[in-house]
Nanobody, 118 residues
Framework: QVQLVESGGGLVQPGGSLRLSCAAS????????MGWFRQAPGKEREFVAR????????YYADSVRGRFTISRDNAKNTVYLQMNSLKPEDTAVYYC???????????WGQGTQVTVSS
């Protein structure tokens, strides 16, 4: 069955960096667009970033553009989210997604907690 397993979350100070990973299985990874969403306490889940199946196209939310970078390794069935210059408002559970089209979400991971605090 389809599995998306996130890792790399944790506690980091403001201004710090983290790299999230999402290991995928159960589907043809290289044929799917991948993405990241996040949900902060008391808020709705929101889009963070997406990457096309080949990695040639990416798209970011305004709130993270210039600080976060999404990438993928199709040989490892893994998508990454490099997060730099982290702010307290980036604190959230981060979810990995997979979709059959660039702006589509068909599958969700279970999430990994990111906390930005001093």
């Amino acid at each position: 069955q389809v599995q998306l397993v996130e890792s790399g979350g944790g506690l980091v100070q403001p201004g710090g960096s983290l790299r999230l990973s999402c290991a995928a299985s159960g589907f043809t990874f290289s044929s799917y667009a991948m993405g990241w969403f996040r949900q902060a306490p008391g808020k709705e889940r929101e889009f963070v970033a997406r990457i096309s199946w080949s990695g040639s196209s990416t798209y970011y939310a305004d709130s993270v553009r210039g600080r976060f970078t999404i990438s993928r390794d199709n040989a490892k069935n893994t998508v990454y989210l490099q997060m730099n210059s982290l702010k307290p408002e980036d604190t959230a559970v981060y979810y990995c997604t997979a979709g059959t089209a660039f702006m589509r979400t068909d599958y969700w991971g279970q999430g990994t907690q990111v906390t930005v605090s001093s």
